[in-house]
């Protein structure tokens, strides 16, 4: 079993929607980050979050700690959303901090 | 402007033809590492860097070498590549790794092995 799970593993959508991105995880961790990779490939940050809540925009993540479980959600989606979320957990595994990265969602928005 | 930058960008090469893949970062980061992407795979670290001259495996590390002589730069060595390394490679760079700062990301290098 992994040990950062997402769900689902993908998602399809109509323009405008509601979407949601679940996240648990099984280790310890001091941080959690939600990243987003578009079809180009490169990698960018959209949250790093260790309780609670924040918000960019159109885009809220939320973790639980006691659940070990975080969500990212996107409001009023557009097909410019179209892009694969990692989440990815900082923990300390071996004596050394280090990321562990889910599979990855990926996200298709539809005009 | 903050980034990381690798080069090159895209790399078609034979087997055993030693490489190197650069990274360099302008934001003065003590920690740098290398991951690897793979379809089903996910990321996976290559190896890490805590700060200038002091390094570490990661989770895949057979087959490459990395070294960090200066803060900016962490290149990724394949002394002798194999078509098993064929994959998306990123070079990511934060402050400290003890602490859950940001991690930047530089574009990716697309290497193809023959």
């Known amino acids: 079993k992994n040990e950062v799970e997402q769900s689902p593993q993908n998602l399809t959508a109509q323009e405008g929607e509601f979407i949601t991105i679940n996240c648990s995880y099984s280790?310890?961790?001091?941080?959690l980050h939600w990243l987003q990779q578009h079809p180009g490939g490169g990698i960018v940050s959209l949250f790093m979050?260790?309780?609670g809540k924040k918000k960019h925009g159109r885009l809220i993540a939320t973790i639980n700690i006691q659940e070990k479980h975080s969500s990212l959600h996107i409001t009023a989606s557009h097909p410019r959303d179209s892009a694969v979320y990692i989440c990815?957990?900082?923990?300390?595994?071996?004596?050394?901090?280090?990321?562990?990265f889910g599979q990855g969602t990926r996200l298709t928005i539809n005009p | 402007e903050a980034q990381v930058t690798q080069n090159p960008r895209y790399l078609i090469t034979v087997t055993g033809k030693k490489l190197t893949v650069t990274c360099s970062q302008n934001?003065?980061?003590?920690?740098m590492s290398w991951y690897r992407q793979d379809p089903g795979l996910g990321l996976r670290q290559i190896y890490y860097?805590?700060?200038?001259?002091?390094?570490d495996k990661g989770d895949v590390p057979e087959g490459y070498k990395v070294s960090r002589k200066e803060k900016r730069n962490f290149p990724l060595i394949l002394e002798s590549p194999s078509p098993n390394q064929t994959s998306l490679y990123f070079c990511?760079?934060?402050?400290?790794?003890?602490?859950?700062?940001?991690?930047?990301f530089g574009p990716g290098t697309r290497l193809t092995v023959t």
């Open positions: 934001m003065n980061h003590e920690y």
């Open positions: 280790v310890g961790i001091s941080a």
């Open positions: 860097s805590m700060n200038v001259e002091v390094t």
């Open positions: 990511a760079s934060s402050r400290p790794a003890n602490s859950p700062y940001e991690q930047y």
């Open positions: 979050l260790s309780s």
């Open positions: 990815a957990v900082r923990s300390l595994i071996q004596g050394a901090q280090k990321l562990v």
